[in-house]
């Protein structure tokens, strides 16, 4: 087992390579992520940003490299041991067996208790406060398969709330939801922040980023481009990574807000 | 369930041209169990060497073929598979008709081999380049595989001359000869596949919720190849037994899953015992009915009360 050597360095990159084919998606990305941090990562279509969260949360294909949650070497450690540490939410949430919200929700604790443990009242009440922070209470016994997209997008978050990992990493977590139940997504992730978790963001929306992130990696053809806080970010950053101008306006409370030109 | 089971268990053995009363049946199971029975005495070796052999064959091979069901329908995230979905059950009625054709026996052993050989095909065109086993390229590759063995069933029939009936009606599936012998490999088949089963409850839950199994914990290489293989095996351990038995493995789960929903904790031990009470029953009336086969019982009960269930889950 190989421990890296700083404990506020919850979860670190070290030198991912991944290749589909001759094509090579990911190019030597490295990065740390510490606690009470939320970071970004943008880029443009195909920059290999969900290619990146599934080998962090190694799930996905990593030809080189390797990646530390709290200290362990994701390689050397068991699917379950590592999903006691990251919890992940994927971009789409497609629902295909009848399962009741809280069933599905509680699958979020089948990495603590494992494949004969029972499940206590204590994970039934895990399950139920991670619903409860994602808007869904009383949804314990609807059946997921016919939730809104909206809906099953906090479900899959509140899975990820119930496995109680220190870090957690999401695919455009609010794509599907409406500006309210976007704010209290990012709203919760920011409390989990203030309770000492690591938090990393697939992102599509600068201004989420701008707004929501303390760091953001911006990656251009499988490269980690630049790292940059949001006040540092310029509109040469932007047009380098996305290829087209852009403006930034400063907004009255300190933060700033970006848009494409054309 | 269980008592469903245990009164079919008596229907069954109390079925047949030789009138046997409860009283009798109990008697000669008492001797059995005690090891007092005579096996010259015509009753007991009905009810002994005839009837409960059957009827026990017939209740393992119901259980293995819906617990296999349950467990392939969980695995390709597709409600329409079943056991035979990935060709095995065509594995083995090739092997069986090519021993058949080729006079070699015994035929239980080739069928097994076909649907394993089969299922050995399928695996690997099913695999991705990650390792892991995906549930489009499987059901893909059993559908071709399935095609192409399917031709040679046929060609074998034409080929086969005065054995072809004996090709088609073990096609059909049939309890009729069914030996101790075989209630031990039935047995084998259906504890496995329960045994697989209720070992991976929870993988199966996050497989089949649509989730990424991995971020839950779920080693899904190992997991998936598991499954697969314990469900196959126990799939080619039934057919090689009985023949070609239609509908249970697809009606049965998908009837319990309207019951009990989709928790697998509770879906593999009611899929066992509800398919060995469907064929049991199958076969009890396959019997009153002169020897029909009771494949042609399972897919004519089966078939509409699938349809059924298909207009009412609109």
Same mark, same amino acid.
């Given at each position: 087992m190989t421990m890296v050597k700083r404990e506020e360095e919850?979860?670190?990159v070290s030198d991912l390579h991944v290749s589909f084919g001759e094509r090579k998606v990911l190019d030597g990305i490295s990065f740390e992520i510490r606690k009470n941090e939320i970071c970004g990562l943008l880029g443009p279509n195909g920059s290999g940003k969900s290619t990146l969260l599934g080998a962090v949360a190694g799930v996905g294909k990593k030809d080189k490299g390797e990646v530390f949650a709290e200290g362990l070497a994701l390689s050397a450690t068991s699917r379950r041991a590592v999903a006691r540490r990251v919890a992940v939410v994927p971009q789409q949430t497609v629902f295909t067996m009848p399962f009741t919200v809280l069933e599905t929700v509680l699958m979020g604790r089948f990495p603590a208790v494992g494949r004969f443990g029972k499940i206590s009242a204590d994970d039934i009440e895990t399950a139920r406060r991670a619903l409860k922070m994602v808007d869904l209470e009383g949804f314990d016994d609807r059946l997921v398969t016919e939730l809104s997209g909206g809906e099953s997008q906090r479900v899959a978050i509140a899975r990820a709330l119930a496995q109680e990992t220190n870090i957690l990493l999401l695919d455009e977590p609010a794509s599907a939801l409406d500006p309210r139940h976007a704010l209290s997504v990012y709203g919760l992730l920011r409390e989990k922040r203030r309770e000492g978790s690591a938090i990393l963001i697939a992102l599509h929306d600068i201004n989420s980023a701008l707004q929501w992130c303390d760091r953001i990696f911006f990656l251009k053809n499988g490269r980690?481009?630049?790292?940059?806080?949001?006040?540092?970010v310029d509109t040469l950053l932007l047009a380098a990574i996305f290829d087209v101008s852009w403006t930034i306006y400063p907004l009255p409370d300190g933060g700033s807000v970006a848009f494409p030109r054309a | 369930m269980t008592a469903g089971l245990l009164i079919g268990v008596i229907l069954a053995l109390s079925t047949g041209e030789a009138e046997i009363g409860l009283l009798g049946i109990l008697s000669y199971l008492l001797d059995? #169990? =005690?090891?007092?029975?005579?096996?010259?005495?015509?009753?007991? =070796?009905?009810?002994?060497?005839?009837r409960f052999p059957r009827a026990? =064959?017939?209740?393992? #091979?119901?259980?293995?073929?819906?617990t296999s069901g349950v467990l392939y329908q969980g695995l390709l995230l597709n409600p329409l598979a079943e056991p035979y979905t990935l060709g095995v059950a065509t594995g083995a009625a090739f092997g069986a008709s090519m021993a058949i054709s080729f006079s070699l026996r015994p035929v239980a052993f080739f069928a097994f081999a076909g649907g394993m050989g089969t299922l050995a095909v399928v695996m690997v065109l099913g695999m991705e380049r990650s390792g892991i086993l995906g549930q489009t390229r499987l059901v893909l590759a059993g559908v071709v595989v399935s095609s192409i063995l399917g031709a040679g069933v046929t060609l074998l029939k034409v080929l086969a001359g005065n054995r072809m009936t004996a090709i088609v009606f073990w096609l059909l599936g049939s309890f009729s000869v069914s030996t101790w012998s075989d209630v031990a490999w039935a047995a084998v088949s259906a504890f496995c596949v329960l045994g697989i089963g209720l070992i991976s409850h929870r993988d199966l839950d996050v497989i089949s919720s649509g989730a990424s199994p991995g971020s839950l914990g779920v080693d899904e290489r190992r997991s998936r190849a598991l499954l697969l293989a314990g469900s196959s095996l126990a799939t080619s351990l039934a057919v090689s037994i009985s023949g070609v038995i239609g509908f249970v493995g697809l009606v049965v789960p998908h009837f319990l899953r309207l019951v009990f929903g989709p928790s697998h904790a509770k879906l593999v031990p009611m899929a066992f015992l509800g398919g060995g009470f469907l064929l049991l029953l199958a076969d009890t009336a396959a019997r009153s009915m002169g020897e029909m086969p009771v494949g042609v019982i399972t897919a004519l009960v089966g078939g509409p009360v699938f349809c059924l269930l298909l207009w009412k889950g609109r």
């Open positions: 919850m979860l670190v980690l481009f630049d790292v940059r806080k949001p006040e540092q | 059995w #169990v =005690t090891g007092s029975g005579n096996n010259a005495e015509a009753g007991y =070796t009905v009810i002994i060497q005839i026990m =064959t017939a209740m393992l #091979v119901g259980a293995s073929l819906a």
